[in-house]
């Protein structure tokens, strides 16, 4: 059961446009929403995050949206550089309970390549 | 300004044979998460530990899988007779103490290679 979808396995996108990965969740009690971007043979890095309170969270080059209706986020990198090739994973958490901490739920990742 | 730190960054174990993966948090936090990704797929939860403590341990396998972190020293991620399905690469991740909503913050992994 996949709870976390990011249906594009890849993208390709000229350098100087706009990057757009998509994401879709399932579980409604998904509260807190991260991306993260991975090289090989490394961990992930953190990116940017949005809680269910905001519909948007810009931070430089990437911004997020939030679509809670339709239970959908996406990361817009604009403009792209080559750089940012990489898998861009998706992740979700449940409201805290206790104003502590919660597992988070991955999708599959979309590799991204930048073309010069 | 150390992250989050694991070693060993590469593991060759034969089968049988017990595998013992660390993990040092970033400094000042006090949760630490591990997450096993398997070949083309996404990262998945295995546990959730705070000092000294398991939190939440859904993720992990009921049988030779353990995990611990204790009051000193590293966490660490325990395999014991290992199998060729527990090839994958184990990454644990680290948060702040206290708060709502906190970004978990990733080390490099460890690479475990049963043959």
């Known amino acids: 059961d996949q709870q976390v979808k990011q249906n594009s396995p890849s993208l390709s996108v000229q350098e100087g446009r706009i990057s757009i990965l998509n994401c879709d969740y399932t579980n409604s009690m998904f509260d807190y929403f991260l991306w993260y971007k991975k090289y090989p043979a490394e961990g992930p890095t953190f990116l940017i995050s949005?809680?269910?309170?905001?519909d948007k969270n810009e931070d430089g080059r990437f911004t997020v949206f939030l679509n809670k209706s339709a239970k959908h986020l996406s990361l817009h990198i604009v403009p792209s550089q080559p750089g940012d090739s990489a898998v861009y994973f998706c992740?979700?958490?449940?409201?805290?309970?206790?104003?502590?901490?919660?597992?988070?739920?991955f999708g599959t990742g979309t590799r991204l390549t930048i073309i010069p | 300004n150390a992250g989050v730190m694991q070693n060993p960054r590469h593991l060759v174990r034969r089968r049988g044979q017990e595998a013992r993966l660390r993990c040092s948090p970033m400094k000042g936090h006090s949760h630490v998460y591990w997450y096993r990704q398997l070949p083309e797929e996404g990262l998945k939860f295995m546990v959730y530990l705070q000092k000294e403590n398991i939190i939440d341990e859904s993720g992990m396998p009921k049988e030779r899988f353990s995990a611990e972190f204790p009051k000193e020293g590293p966490s660490i991620l325990r395999i014991q007779q290992v199998v060729r399905g527990d090839s994958a690469a184990y990454f644990c991740?680290?948060?702040?103490?206290?708060?709502?909503?906190?970004?978990?913050?990733f080390g490099p992994g460890t690479r475990l290679t049963v043959t």
């Open positions: 949005i809680s269910s309170i905001k």
């Open positions: 991740a680290s948060s702040l103490e206290s708060g709502l909503y906190y970004e978990q913050y």
């Open positions: 992740a979700a958490s449940p409201r805290p309970a206790n104003f502590g901490n919660e597992k988070l739920t």
